[in-house]
């Protein structure tokens, strides 16, 4: 491909980049501006402003409002799709015949449209959806529960969509033998974030949980380390994120954590490189958690659950443990002794190579020549 151009579309406005899957459209968005290609980037937009910083990566952005009738509820495509369907997106896709990077299934409305049919489609996967769904209806109770139930079986279903694609980028390679259903063109895309200059540093003798507190998985990984690990050993546990849910302020209250509520976006970066200890726990293995990268590329010890690491390929980076009884010992441990250098420069290898994200996105660039 001689003219580097590029619709993306893409399920939020990546910007500020400060949740999941967002951070991974932003920093790809970047990545491949980087590379060379000029970018029609079509966002959906529910919540949050327009954003005067894509323009720098881009050469033009147009936001589309999501709609959220109540008769979409009872469509028989997904809610997070027929939400997001917009005839102008479609008219604005068929200006030019660029190939069009989709981001995650729920912007694959049009994805079987005909009048697309000859078109290079690409779409990342950024979870296989309807698990990930399936798993929060198993935590959720009342509408929601009915709701995230419904919702995954819509999901189930209607990813055979994915077939109309030429290719699919799934986000970690224990997802390729899913998706290779649907495609023999299945390019494993490692998660896009900010990657920052390793340096290896002295560390302060805290524990850091953080993520976004008003998430079903995040609330029930704090509630876990709170029953069974933190109640037990006398350490200065900080919690941090936006949104605390209302029992996470109940915990607090109880004084079983530090809260740092809504950190801004330096704060949350000095409580992330600052950190001795890193506590990773997750009920759900769908995608890979950004917070696992940020956290591999600081100087603090990075203690997990095995579902936290499940198909990433990075067991070997991080310490892996089940019982309470394994996490109290390894918490105290990691507290009396900072990461070592040499493990420090194990991390540094991976981030230049297997993680590098610029290196990872020309997969994208290969594809389309």
Request: with cysteine; aromatic share 12%.
């Amino acid at each position: 491909m001689t003219n580097k151009r590029l619709h993306i579309v893409s399920f939020d406005v990546p910007f500020p980049a400060n949740y999941g899957g967002v951070i991974d459209v932003f920093y790809r968005l970047k990545a491949l501006h980087e590379i060379g290609f000029e970018i029609t980037l079509h966002c959906f937009e529910y919540g949050r402003e327009n954003a005067k910083e894509l323009e720098a990566f881009t050469t033009e952005v147009i936001y589309y409002p999501r709609k959220k009738s109540l008769l979409d509820w009872f469509s028989r495509k997904p809610f997070i799709v027929q939400s997001r369907r917009s005839n102008l997106l479609l008219e604005n896709l068929l200006k030019d015949d660029a190939p069009i990077l989709f981001e995650g299934l729920h912007t694959t409305y049009f994805l079987s449209n005909p009048k697309l049919k000859n078109r290079t489609k690409l779409v990342r996967a950024h979870n296989i959806e309807h698990d990930y769904y399936f798993k929060l209806a198993e935590h959720a109770i009342g509408w929601r529960k009915s709701y995230f139930k419904s919702e995954a079986k819509k999901l189930k279903r209607f990813e055979r969509t994915l077939k109309n694609a030429d290719v699919i980028l799934p986000i970690k390679s224990a997802d390729t033998a899913h998706f290779s259903q649907y495609s023999t063109e299945i390019r494993l895309l490692n998660p896009c974030f900010d990657q920052k200059e390793l340096r290896y540093q002295s560390t302060e003798p805290y524990v850091l949980f953080h993520g976004n507190l008003s998430v079903s998985e995040n609330i029930v990984a704090v509630k876990w380390i709170c029953k069974w690990v933190s109640t037990e050993l006398k350490m200065n546990f900080i919690v941090a994120g936006k949104d605390p849910d209302s029992s996470i302020l109940e915990l607090e209250k109880k004084g079983l954590f530090t809260l740092k509520s809504n950190p801004n976006e330096a704060e949350m970066d000095t409580l992330i490189s600052n950190a001795r200890v890193h506590v990773l726990v997750t009920n759900q293995s769908t995608g890979i958690k950004l917070k696992l990268m940020y956290s591999l590329q600081t100087s603090g010890h990075v203690l997990v659950n095995l579902t936290m690491v499940e198909g990433t390929n990075l067991e070997n980076f991080c310490t892996i443990l089940q019982y309470p009884s394994e996490w109290k010992n390894a918490l105290e441990q990691a507290l009396e002794h900072p990461l070592s250098e040499v493990e420090f420069e194990r991390r540094k290898t991976l981030f230049s190579g297997e993680l590098n994200v610029l290196e990872n996105c020309r997969v994208i660039e290969e594809f389309l020549r």
